[in-house]
């Protein structure tokens, strides 16, 4: 795999992550429900969980993983029936005062909780196992060996990119809860708007489909 392959493969990576998909979706809800910190902690948490998609994908198990229907199915609407969850517990048990939460262990203790939540969110995404491999073969020379080490090397640059590119939703969505917490029912709204992008997102995960990456 030469310089020029890497460099095609960041152009047209970039390109893909410009436009959200489902693991922005989440992170853009974590932003707007809980602010910037939990929006970046969600970030890391599906940076971590498509790495760990990287390595699966890297060593044959995702590619098993799809061959079995069985497989397929319960990860699918484990991962589905989880956001769903999230999502009408967002709507209709998430607290609803205007006022900043105070800044003490438990807050810190729900930052955990966002990560590994959204870890396993992206870990129980199958859709994130089917793009990569439908994708980075594009870009693998076999004859140049270790073709594993080369889709190694093509999700580490991949998962830097997303993590680069979530940041900055993180960011703008948690721009947009600050501007809105400035009005009177905003933390009324932003939940509604969270919770509905969750159950939407396990809709989406639920209409997976291992013939359409």
Do not use: W
Not at 69 to 81: E, R
Not at 95 to 103: A, H, L, R, V, Y
Not at 166 to 182: H, P, Q, T, W
């Amino acid at each position: 795999m030469g310089l020029s392959t890497i460099g095609v493969f960041i152009v047209a990576a970039a390109a893909l992550l410009i436009v959200p998909g489902p693991a922005v979706l989440y992170i853009v809800s974590r932003s707007i429900g809980q602010g910037t910190k939990a929006g970046v902690v969600a970030v890391f948490g599906v940076a971590l969980g498509g790495a760990v998609h990287v390595v699966l994908g890297a060593v044959g198990v995702s590619a098993i993983l799809m061959t079995s229907a069985a497989a397929f199915t319960m990860i699918k609407y484990l991962g589905a029936v989880y956001l769903i969850y999230l999502g009408g517990k967002t709507l209709f048990f998430a607290s609803t005062k205007d006022e900043e939460i105070p800044n003490t262990k438990a807050k810190e203790k729900t930052l955990a909780q966002v990560f590994y939540e959204s870890l396993f969110v992206e870990v129980t995404n199958p859709k994130t196992a089917l793009f990569f491999l439908a994708f980075f073969p594009q870009f693998i020379s076999p004859s140049a060996g270790l073709v594993a080490g080369q889709f190694l090397l093509l999700g580490a640059i991949f998962v830097v990119l997303a993590l680069l590119n979530d940041s900055l939703y993180a960011m703008l969505a948690a721009g947009i809860r600050k501007r809105l917490a400035a009005k009177k029912g905003s933390m009324k709204v932003m939940n509604r708007v969270a919770g509905c992008c969750y159950i939407l997102l396990g809709l989406f995960s639920a209409l997976a489909s291992p013939s359409k990456p």
